[in-house]
């Protein structure tokens, strides 16, 4: 049978996103079909607590796990998927290089398929406990690694879009579990949760018959002295042959970079104490804490905070009912869901840089207006000293708590615009070969831990510091537009190689007056020098690509006691 059924090009572009959408909208719905932690802990009232869906406020799951009126405890069999998902990246750090990618997303779907059917035939809350963490490990080393398998295998031009339809589609998981929980929740027994739980599976079973005929990363393979396999797959990924003027390019590319890498080393402990090679190296640290710093600044954007405290607001201020309110929540999502389609054209046409100071810009408007009309809102005796007819303190209190509605609804535009995929495509981008797969581990890691810290604050806060608490995220959110724009470089229209050349050649943490670093388009140097190699290759014989680095660069003129970095520097 031939490779992959077959298919070449972009049919087998599309298949390998498939399979790490899935993945992502697996990630979405194993989210949102649980429940949201931080309402279990907000909203003490389990009448509240329902307007929110998630199976964990089911009265037959409350009832069969023994978990009625224990608040504590609900919040605490949530919150553990999230540590589980942390310690799932931490794994991704230590075996993902080794696995490879795909081997790598399906360790985690098998461990997320146990994970499943423990939670799915629970009668116990311990049973639930370690379904949950098993559950969130497997789903950690799956969300630290299916975006860089999609980034490895893509074209420049496709690169940020893929990525970014695969979060939109985390956010359709996160949808589709609202409507399945708020269709179940009409019905009686063990089915009202059990299902919900099981529907997952279908996109477990999407995974298993997709991941193992698809393509491994051509640059993984190149790295692990495969070169002959990774050419071949960039050739199929390509549509063309290994003898491609433009094959040989690319795989020259690949090759350099791995060999500079190899040369210029710096162990994890040597990272840690902040020593790097002669002359900058590679600028892994950097490089590293860039990516880290997309996910935590996603988190510190208060996504969170809105999701738990919309339905207080429509429940509890303007008075919706608790079936309206969940109604309300699920339509919230869709909404979300599409002005996310806005960030597919332009995460390559304005960029990464752009989209992210933009968001953020607008995210801490909407956070202004909501610190505004919630300091309203819970204002005593509001109105009391304007006397309009038929207008009391509790109608103005009510009107100006669904005007901040309108803010939470636009904060998630402005948000699924700019800060729902790029800051899970950057990790992807900005770190070496060899550091890719951990760097976007520590991000994923990072985006959990955030997120953690972030739910267990908010109740807090809320309770302590009431309308002052959103004073923080207009904050962080303002202070976003200058990081980004100071210190991270643009990454959209380039080649994974032309970062890792950028970072050798550019060691200067401030970016923003290098107009190579932050340009939305692919610097004309690079384009250059690309078409120059291409011009140099093209008259290479089929059969050059053979394993190793050295058979490469051979037909070029690389000497037998020349090294690739040498040979490359050269010429």
Known sequence: MRPYFGLKGGWLTFWVSVACSTDMTLFGYDQGVFGTYGSSRILLKLELMRSLGGV???PDFLDTLGLNGKTGLIGTVTALYDIGCFFGAITAVAIGEKLGRRNSILVGTTIMTIGAIIQIASYSVAQMIVGRIVAGIGNGINTSTAPVWQAETSKAAWRGKLVVIEMILNIAGFS?????TYGFSFTKGPVSWRFPLAFQLIFMIILFSTVPWLPESPRWLIAHDRGEEGAQIIADLEATTTDDAWVITECKEIHYAVEYERENHVGWWDLLRGKNTAGGGTCAIRRLILGMGTQAMQQLSGINVTSYYLPTVLIESVGLSNTLARLLAACN???????SLIGIPNVERWGRRKLMMWAAAGQAFCYLIITICIRYNEKPGYGGTV?????????KQKKVATASI??????????????QGVPWLYPTEINSLHLRTKGAALGTATNWIFNFMVVEITPIGIENLQWRFYIIWVIFNASFVPTVYFFYPETADRSLEDLDRLFRENHDIFVFKDKAAISSKRPQEFVANEQEAVRRNSSVAAGVLRRGSRAIFAKDGMDDDESPVEYHEKV
């Open 176 to 180: 589709l579990s609202n409507w399945v």
């Open 406 to 419: 309108a803010f939470f609804f636009l904060y998630y535009v402005f948000f699924g615009i700019g800060w």
């Open 387 to 395: 006397n309009l007819p038929g207008l009391d303190v509790t109608d």
């Open 56 to 58: 964990i406020v089911t």
């Open 333 to 339: 999502s869709v909404s979300y869901l599409l002005f």
